[in-house]
């Protein structure tokens, strides 16, 4: 089962030296979730060779426009492309205040369904869930409100070892319920243990997505134990005073928080525009936590 996440943009605020704002495409089990579309993230899907009209999830972390600004391009196109099939936003209300002003006022009616989940800030909670993922909130703390989003895969069936079934030539009808974890007695009085026939499936893995924010306690039990931790590094740590006017987290403690809450990987991203090689962000992180690497534009990593 797939479980990988491509990033479309990693820059904050402005696009700058090749840096697109952010947009990331996750990929569960060919199923694709946008988190987040900055603008030009349209560009950065056909370059990187993903298909938009494949997208039917959309999470907007909060409504500063390098998370937004490229949404209303993107479902004008789908529009524009024949798309029939609903499309599912989850984002905070106010956005579509936004896209209802922009459609009534371009005279667009959007030919497919939008279906819209107005999200919290005020405490983590489920938002979706379905035979694949189930998303979760995550409430930082930016200068308006804003959430990350916790992608949790569930538990797969068990495989069956389908060589040892065929070799005895158990009839197909019965994988279902043994893949399911069930002990059968069949017609004949062959009793099929299940453990003898299937293997258990991989634990299911979480992917935690945190946006804009300040270094914040009250969030890290949200993304305790992630198998990958995206979290915003937006200023190397020589600028602490800028990141907490702001409302922006650095290298050094995205870092420090990745060791505080047990995830296994760490991914960096949302770097400012004043830093044209991104090498020093990188090793500030390394400091703190080993296992870290950049948010790079086009690259696939496997959660």
Do not use: W
Not at 56 to 85: A, E
Not at 143 to 154: A, H, L, S, Y
Not at 261 to 279: E, M, W
Not at 282 to 294: G, H
């Amino acid at each position: 089962m797939k479980f990988e996440v491509t990033i479309l943009g990693s820059s904050s605020a402005t696009p700058v030296y090749n840096r697109n704002p952010t947009a990331q495409l996750l990929n569960c089990n060919e199923k694709f979730y946008l988190i987040d579309c900055g603008e030009g993230t349209q560009q950065q899907l056909i370059k990187y060779g993903f298909k938009a009209s494949k997208i039917d999830f959309v999470f907007i972390s909060h409504l500063h426009g390098d998370h937004y600004f490229g949404l209303i391009g993107l479902l004008s196109s789908l529009h524009l492309n024949g798309r029939v099939k609903p499309i599912k936003i989850f984002a905070p209300a106010a956005l579509m205040e936004i896209l209802t002003l922009q459609f009534k006022h371009s005279e667009t009616i959007i030919r497919y369904p939008i279906e819209f989940v107005a999200i919290s800030a005020d405490s983590p909670a489920q938002i979706f869930e379905n035979n694949d993922v189930i998303v979760e909130t995550i409430v930082l703390n930016h200068r308006i409100p804003c959430t990350g989003f916790r992608f949790r895969q569930k538990k797969r069936l068990r495989r069956l070892i389908v060589e040892k079934l065929e070799q005895e030539q158990i009839p197909i009808e019965y994988y279902p319920m043994l893949k399911r974890g069930v002990d059968l007695t069949l017609p004949n009085g062959q009793v099929l243990m299940n453990i003898d026939y299937t293997l258990d499936s991989d634990e299911p893995k979480s992917y935690c997505y945190c946006s804009d924010t300040l270094f914040d306690e009250r969030y890290f039990e949200s993304i305790r134990d992630c198998d990958t931790l995206y979290h915003e590094a937006t200023f190397l740590h020589e600028m602490l005073d800028r990141a907490n006017q702001t409302h922006h987290t650095t290298a050094l403690q995205a870092a420090e928080i990745a060791n505080i809450v047990n995830a296994k990987k760490l991914l960096i991203g949302h770097f400012s525009s004043r830093y044209k090689t991104l090498q020093p962000l990188l090793e500030e992180a390394l400091s703190k936590f080993e296992n870290t690497e950049l948010a790079i534009e086009g690259v696939t990593y496997q959660i």
